[in-house]
């Protein structure tokens, strides 16, 4: 019980120590700006019907913006409610969420459920009947998505294509 407290205590120092960071930072992005090209980024090239085209687009921006946002600057420094800090504590956070379903959607070429890949039209069950698994390669100068595989476990239903 005692290394599970030592270890929370060492994650919420290290989440305090980049709220810090953003208060005591002088960075030119602005967390609102780098949070809606995101949003933007995902809804012009990561939607339901995508090309690989789109994705690789949204990857590039992405990562452009991940490296961006640890330039992140606050108008507002002050330490307690403030909606500016929260925005700019999350937005990284959200850009790096973004970076995974967006790589695990290019390297995914198939279709599939909510996943449609107008170049890659059929599912592809020899292929990719597994799960995706995704690690951020996130250092200094690293931007990148690590994915790994899970095989999926068949229990009651053999996988099938929906026809409507």
């Given at each position: 019980?005692?290394?599970?407290r030592?270890?929370?205590?060492?994650?919420?120092?290290?989440?305090?120590?980049?709220?810090?960071v953003?208060?005591?930072?002088?960075?030119?992005?602005?967390?609102?700006?780098?949070?809606?090209?995101?949003?933007?980024?995902?809804?012009?090239?990561?939607?339901i019907?995508?090309?690989?085209?789109?994705?690789?687009?949204?990857?590039?921006?992405?990562?452009?913006?991940?490296?961006?946002?640890?330039n992140?600057?606050?108008?507002?420094r002050?330490?307690?409610?403030?909606?500016?800090?929260?925005?700019?504590?999350?937005?990284?956070?959200?850009?790096?969420?973004?970076?995974?379903?967006?790589?695990?959607?290019?390297?995914?070429?198939?279709?599939?459920?909510?996943?449609?890949?107008?170049?890659?039209?059929?599912?592809?069950?020899?292929?990719?009947?597994?799960?995706?698994?995704?690690?951020?390669?996130?250092?200094?100068?690293?931007?990148?998505?690590?994915?790994?595989?899970?095989?999926?476990?068949?229990?009651?239903?053999?996988?099938k294509?929906?026809?409507?």
């Amino acid at each position: 019980m005692g290394e599970i407290r030592t270890t929370t205590r060492e994650a919420l120092a290290a989440e305090r120590g980049k709220l810090d960071v953003l208060l005591k930072g002088s960075g030119s992005e602005q967390a609102d700006t780098l949070k809606a090209e995101m949003q933007q980024t995902m809804t012009d090239n990561v939607g339901i019907f995508r090309t690989g085209a789109d994705l690789q687009r949204a990857v590039d921006k992405l990562q452009e913006l991940l490296v961006r946002s640890r330039n992140i600057g606050l108008r507002s420094r002050r330490d307690g409610p403030n909606p500016e800090l929260v925005t700019a504590y999350r937005v990284q956070k959200m850009i790096k969420v973004a970076l995974c379903v967006a790589q695990g959607a290019l390297t995914r070429t198939e279709s599939r459920g909510g996943h449609a890949r107008d170049d890659h039209p059929k599912r592809d069950d020899a292929n990719w009947l597994k799960h995706s698994l995704a690690l951020l390669k996130d250092d200094v100068e690293g931007t990148g998505v690590e994915l790994t595989y899970k095989p999926v476990t068949v229990i009651k239903y053999q996988p099938k294509e929906r026809v409507y």
